[in-house]
Structure formats: structure tokens, C-alpha cells
């Protein structure tokens, strides 16, 4: 797919951390987060991004919209690589990428009523003001459900499902292009995570919107996304359509993944369990070639010497299935 093509198209994105090391902060190290991370995304689609605590979905979620600079690498949003805006220019931009945090509360002012929340995006970016501005707000709260009562409550009056819906209307307000979701569900029990992936289909469809999902739970993934990234230590280990990713997972980390899914009968994803030996290594040393070696049960040594790139597989459908083995 040509840059043009795509609303979103990430090249080789990396983030690295600096971290002091000793009493005297005399030496130091870098945290690798992310390590040359490529996708693209179409005008309506939503990408999942899944893996382990500590794989670098959030990392690089915020990434792509700048809320912390990448070290390397471009971001194309609509053909222009944002990585080289100004900050003016990154002001403009804001309106058609938003974010929806893990942490519904967290994420909330709690000195500032719902409508103050929801009327904030308008204010910033000078979008409307008075009666015309509050009925604004009172359309925001009727897209996720809300009361018009909720105007003058504040953050800590709602449960965290309600909370959630907040942030998806501030999130939306502006009718933005691209909303990456970062676990929006994870903090949720489980009948409410329903409700809310419901609620985001429903306003994706509505608005034409492209959502980046992130989360760690396969099945909720399998859910919304169209195609589905396989994450690993700051690495893409797999990369296609969800249908192919959960029929015909081609990386054992994905397989791995797909086996640990709960299931109250035979196995969906595959009969055998697959058990994970071992812990994630640490980003600030990651393994030699394959990141993924130390915990793989078809490893070799050339998976120690060399690094699997990310190729293509071969189409059964009209997506690509790419993934970074040297065994798959």
C-alpha cells in the first residue's frame, strides 16, 4: 500500500529510553521499547495490537501521535510525516487524532464537571462557545449513552464503565480521523467491556473512524479488529487480518498467545496448550538475533546469529500475513 493510500503508515518507528544507572548516575542504559515498528492503517479500520505486559503497545500507540517523541523512524498521517511538524502545526493535527486511556479516572479532571470536560477540546481548538457549545456537549453524552444530567456531575459520581464513556465522548468531540485505544476495557468488568466494545463499533461505523486498539486479551481483540499486530519485546512478531491471525497463526509466540485463551471446551485456537518457559527478558538487554529465542521451543542457533525480518508469507485472502520467524 503507497503512503497516500493509507490514513496511517508507520516506517521502522523506534523509542528508546535513557536510564541513568548507579548512586552517582555515572553510567547509563537504554530501555529499547520500541524497535523499528512498521503498519499501516486504512480510513475506517481497526488495527489490534496485542502481547505481554511490557511489549510496547503503549509505547508505541503514543508514539504515533507524538505524546512522547519517537527516537527514530517516520510517522505518515494522511501523507504528511508528523514526526517533522511543528508544534503549531501538531496543535492542528490534535483535532484528528485523539487517545482514549486505560484508566477512565485517571484520565478525568475531578475538579472539573462532565460538561466542563466535554466543552474543553471546543475551547482549545476555538470550535464553539455558549448555547451552541453546550448543546454540543449534550449530543456528546447521547453518542455514548450518557443522560443530559451528567452536564453538571463530576468524575468520581460515575462508575468506571460511565467514566469510560467520558473519555470515548472527549475523545470524539471533535470528530477526529484516528483514536488510539489504549486497554480502554481492561479496567472493566467483564459484562461492561462488552458494552463498551459494542459502543465503539457503533461509533466507528457512525463516523468513519480508525481506531489502533491495544490490549492483551486475545479474545477481546478478536472482537473489533480488523487485522491484528502480534507484539513482542518492542518487535512485530506477526502481522494480518484477524480472521488468518486466529485460523492460522504462523509465529509460536502467536501461538502461545492464542493456546492460553480461556476456553470452557475443546481448544478453538488449537488442542494442545502451550506453556511458556521462562520470563520476558529485559528491554535494556534483549536477546542476541530473535528476541523471542529464549522462551521459542523451535529455537536454533541461527535464530541466536540472525534477526527474522518481517516477510510476507503468502495471500489465502486479499490481506498479506507477515511475520518474523525463521522457522513459521
Do not use: W
Not at 517533522?84 to 475538579?111: C, G, Y
Not at 479488529?225 to 506477526?238: F, I, T
Not at 488468518?244 to 509466540?253: F, I, K, S, T, V
Amino acid at each position: 500500500m503507497k503512503q497516500s493510500e493509507a490514513l496511517l503508515s508507520v516506517n521502522n518507528l523506534t523509542k528508546h529510553f535513557p536510564v541513568a544507572q548507579g548512586f552517582l548516575r555515572r553510567g547509563s542504559s537504554i530501555v529499547q521499547a520500541v524497535n523499528g515498528v512498521s503498519l499501516e492503517l486504512k480510513k475506517g479500520e481497526t488495527l489490534g495490537l496485542v502481547g505481554e505486559s511490557g511489549c510496547g503497545k503503549s509505547t508505541l500507540g503514543r508514539s504515533i501521535l507524538r505524546l512522547i517523541e519517537p527516537t527514530a523512524g517516520s510517522v505518515f498521517f494522511r501523507g504528511e510525516d508528523i514526526t517533522k511538524a511543528t508544534p503549531s502545526r501538531m496543535r492542528t493535527l490534535r483535532r484528528e487524532m485523539q487517545i482514549v486511556f486505560q484508566d477512565p479516572f485517571s484520565s478525568l479532571n475531578p475538579r472539573m464537571s462532565v460538561g466542563e470536560i466535554l466543552a474543553e477540546p471546543f475551547l482549545i481548538h476555538r470550535a464553539g462557545n455558549g448555547d451552541a457549545l453546550k448543546s454540543k456537549v449534550f449530543e456528546l453524552l447521547s453518542d455514548v449513552g450518557l443522560p443530559q444530567e451528567s452536564f453538571h456531575r463530576y468524575p468520581h459520581e460515575f462508575s468506571g464503565g460511565q467514566r469510560q464513556r467520558i473519555g470515548i465522548a472527549r475523545a470524539i468531540a471533535l470528530r477526529p480521523q484516528l483514536i488510539v485505544l489504549d486497554e480502554p476495557v481492561s479496567a472493566l468488568d467483564v459484562s461492561i467491556q462488552s458494552q463498551i466494545l459494542n459502543l465503539l463499533c457503533d461509533l466507528r461505523d457512525r463516523f468513519s473512524l480508525s481506531y489502533i486498539f491495544i490490549a492483551h486479551d486475545l479474545a477481546v481483540i478478536e472482537h473489533i479488529s480488523d487485522r491484528v499486530g502480534v507484539m513482542y519485546l518492542g518487535h512485530m512478531m506477526e502481522l494480518t487480518s484477524a480472521d488468518q491471525l486466529y485460523e492460522n497463526a504462523r509465529h509460536p509466540y502467536t501461538k502461545a498467545l492464542l493456546s492460553a485463551i480461556p476456553q470452557p471446551g475443546p481448544g478453538k485456537y488449537g488442542q494442545a496448550r502451550q506453556i511458556l518457559s521462562g520470563d520476558v527478558p529485559s528491554p535494556v538487554n534483549p536477546p542476541s538475533g530473535c528476541v523471542f529465542r529464549t522462551r521459542c521451543p523451535i529455537a536454533t542457533e541461527l535464530c541466536a546469529r540472525e534477526k527474522p525480518a518481517l516477510v510476507e508469507a503468502g495471500r489465502s485472502t486479499t490481506t498479506p500475513h507477515f511475520f518474523a520467524c525463521h522457522h513459521a
